[in-house]
């Protein structure tokens, strides 16, 4: 989780929501989790005792150690059911920049992505609408050998 500002002239809304995020407790708490437990641990003794499916058809199954963490998050912020679960984790934010309206936010997709690399669980993946899809984004995304959906 961070929070970057994209030049040196910090705004109200920059302002706030730095202030807003050094205060978050579950920020805090789930950093201290992550510093805490060793991931690659866990995941071997899960790939070793957990089947991942093989099937070609749906979606690919959730890596064992994904699940894993979703259990772990149910348990701790008492979250009731699996679709309130997904819904939580969908407004979990990994970085954050503050731009005018007139600067296309297109144009951050290698910041953003790159940005992952220098984290302990840098992105496989990305997800990005038809918006994102112009030719340097996709020349980015394939020299840094990202996988995309």
Sequence with gaps: MGFKKSNAHMTFADS???DSMDKNRCLTRLM???DTIDRDK???LLMHNCQ???SNEGA???PPLILFKGLLLQKWFHIDSDPELESR???FILAA???PAATSDTTFLPWCTAYSRHTKQPLKKVYADKGYAGGPNRRFLAE???STA
């Design 52 to 54: 991942v499916g093989g």
């Design 144 to 146: 840094s050998e990202f």
């Design 32 to 34: 201290d989790i992550t």
């Design 97 to 99: 920049t503050l731009t």
């Design 60 to 62: 690919d199954a959730y």
């Design 89 to 91: 984790i969908n407004g």
């Design 42 to 44: 866990i995941e071997a």
């Design 16 to 18: 706030a929501l730095k």
